[in-house]
């Protein structure tokens, strides 16, 4: 767990997962999922604020999920949190759920409540983080949501005390006594296991089947490096036709693997460490599907042909 910022450092955002180092760098991708459990951080806030005491309070039957999303799965995570709003007895207001859609991520989903500067009030409720990939899988839908919901309720628990240390970088165990002892309620009634201190966690998900490019080339010592991305804009269209014309392959692909590390046009390569990994890109190289780039982005003596 990393400590979190001092209130008048800032801290913009919660770690974007898209940034995710690639798999050759275990420790700090270990470090980054352990992160990512619960980010907690506390802003400086440069705007007005409000006046005191409190920010708009959510009504009680606000929409749950903010953002886009089907009617159907919205209802789904709306029922989901009224269970377990239920089930773990509490009584505050409702989370906000949004659904995210990273490739490369650690994670399922992850819950975080802002706390504001000193003398500022705390964000009215939780915000739920949840991936898409989970939808249309109960049953893990149902524990990532249970997992977060115990941590809603362990922040909407937090006294003045509580936050102050927070404030000064003091951060609670997010998985200490507090979580156990909501997961055991959770468990009571859906089964041992069900929600554990790593059930938010990538491992409990199905694969991928969304395609996404992978630019493949030659990099040092006869290795092959790869960069990725889920879409081509001009600018990494562009490099990848450089790329291409100097011995690179760009292919389309599902598996996530690859899904991790520099982005296609940064400039950086990511190359595999462990032999199998460097047998599995040099396979995609060879005979993964290529993809075709538009011809706008190819170089203008090709294009003008
Ligand atoms: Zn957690």
New binding site residues.
């Given amino acids: 767990m990393q400590p979190l910022p001092a209130p008048w450092l800032g801290q913009p955002q919660p770690p974007q997962p898209q940034s995710a180092p690639g798999p050759g760098l275990g420790a700090l991708a270990a470090t980054l999922a352990l992160a990512a ?2 980010v907690l951080y506390a802003a400086a806030d440069r705007e007005p604020q409000p006046a005191e005491p409190e920010r708009r309070r959510r009504s009680a039957r606000e929409p749950v999920v903010v953002g886009r999303a089907d009617p159907s799965t919205a209802r789904e995570i709306e029922r989901l949190i009224d269970k377990y709003m239920e089930m773990l007895r509490i009584s505050g207001p409702r989370p906000i759920v949004r659904l995210r859609d990273n490739l490369g991520r650690r994670w399922l989903g992850r819950a975080w409540r802002k706390i504001g500067a000193p003398g500022t009030t705390a964000a009215a409720t939780t915000t739920i983080e949840l991936q898409r990939a989970i939808i249309g899988h109960q049953r893990t839908l149902e524990r990532v949501v249970a ?1 977060e919901m115990i ?1 809603h309720r362990d922040f909407l628990s937090m006294d003045d005390l509580d936050k102050a240390r927070l404030r000064l970088g003091i951060r609670q165990e ?2 200490g006594e507090q979580f156990l002892q909501g997961a055991a309620m959770v468990n009571a009634q859906m089964g041992p296991g069900f929600v554990t ?1 790593k059930s ?1 966690q990538e491992d409990v998900l199905a694969t991928n089947t969304r395609l996404f490019f992978v630019l493949i080339q030659p990099a040092m010592r006869d290795r092959l490096g790869w960069t990725w991305a889920a879409r081509l804009s001009p600018t990494a269209s562009q490099w990848a036709a450089r790329k291409i014309a100097q011995g690179a392959r760009l292919v389309s692909t599902t598996d996530e693997r690859w899904a991790a590390g520099p982005r296609i046009g940064h400039g950086r390569v990511a190359i595999p460490e462990d032999a199998e990994n460097v047998e599995r890109l040099k396979a995609l190289y060879d005979t993964g599907t290529p993809v075709a780039l538009p011809t706008a982005s190819l170089p203008a003596a090709q294009a003008a042909m």
């Fill in positions: 459990v619960i997992h941590h997010g998985h201190i938010d």
